[in-house]
């Protein structure tokens, strides 16, 4: 079982930084690959990136890329998203999720947080 805490959600202004942490009290974290998430109202869940388990292979959504950078640190149990220059569609809820194999979509992932509220002013 892997518990995922989301954190360093808020509010922030168009063209900020932001960064989103995800944590676990999990021994085996380091062996599962790590997505994030986000989900605005009305709209459906978005893939943004994803990170498999030792770091060396990152995938993004075309909407983030060269924005959103994801990163971990298996020393620390958590991984990273970190979101620059911000804008206000960015503005959702933002989940982490984790599983063994590197994914795209939302059902590929079995371990999920609660998410943190991430908004942007105009």
């Known amino acids: 079982q892997v518990q995922l805490v989301e954190s360093g959600g808020g509010l922030v202004q168009a063209g900020g930084s932001l960064r989103l942490s995800c944590a676990t009290s999990g021994r085996t974290f380091s062996l599962y690959a790590v997505g994030w998430f986000r989900h605005a109202p009305g709209k459906e869940r978005d893939f943004l990136a994803a990170?498999?388990?030792?770091?060396?292979?990152?995938n993004y959504a075309d909407s983030v890329k060269g924005r959103f950078t994801i990163s971990r640190d298996n020393a620390k149990n958590t991984v990273y998203l970190q979101m620059n220059n911000v804008k206000p569609e960015d503005t959702a809820v933002y989940y982490c999720?984790?599983?063994?194999?590197?994914?795209?979509?939302?059902?590929?992932?079995?371990?999920w947080g609660q998410g943190t509220q991430v908004t942007v002013s105009s």
């Open positions: 999720a984790a599983d063994q194999r590197l994914g795209r979509t939302f059902k590929e992932y079995a371990y």
């Open positions: 990170i498999n388990w030792g770091g060396g292979i990152t």
